[in-house]
């Protein structure tokens, strides 16, 4: 199902205040998880951007595996809900879910990319090495997402799914 446009809207910028920010909530029907609301807000003046998924219902919480370990598994679609926590044993990474974390709806590798985004100055060498690899189907690893709302997914017939 593609996503239904729900709103659009000009609003003023948070940024620049300009009138120019165009908002736009969508309704998307995720398979396995149920409905979600999609909103995207892209300012025409600045170019600030925010986007945001949320549930609009709640699930069994789960725990989902996934062994990356061909390239083409970086291109899987992975869902993580706001409530859900990554880790990545492999890699020593834990990202836990925090009270303002926004849903995404992205890639395996995608997810690697937000990871190294957020650690920025504070990647050690060694650390953003293993992530690079990871990232560019060079190494192994298993994703993993524990997810208390039940919303998460990943689009792979590889995943393993239990309950938490």
């Known amino acids: 199902m593609e996503p239904q446009l729900l709103y659009e809207g000009k609003h003023k ?7 120019q920010m165009i908002i736009r909530e969508y309704l998307y029907e995720a398979p396995n998880v149920g409905k979600l ?4 807000w892209e300012c025409q003046s600045c170019g ?5 998924v949320k549930p609009l219902e709640f699930l069994t919480p789960i725990k989902l595996e996934l062994k990356v370990e061909k390239e083409e598994d970086l ?3 992975v869902y993580r809900s706001a409530f859900a926590d990554i880790i990545i044993p492999e890699l ?3 990202v836990t879910a925090g009270e303002a ?3 995404v709806l992205t890639t ?9 985004d957020q650690l920025g100055d504070n990647c050690k060498e060694e650390k953003c090495k293993k992530l690079e690899d990871a990232k560019n189907g060079k190494i192994p690893f298993t994703l993993i997402i ?5 919303l998460s997914f990943i689009q792979s017939e590889k995943v393993k799914i239990t309950q938490l």
């Open 92 to 94: 020593e990474i834990e």
């Open 108 to 116: 395996v590798e995608g997810i690697l990319e937000i990871i190294l």
């Open 13 to 19: 910028c948070p940024i620049c205040h300009a009138d």
């Open 37 to 40: 609301e999609l909103s995207v």
């Open 75 to 77: 291109g899987t679609i």
């Open 146 to 150: 524990n997810d208390e709302s039940g």
């Open 48 to 52: 600030y951007r925010l986007r945001d």
């Open 101 to 103: 974390y926004q849903g």
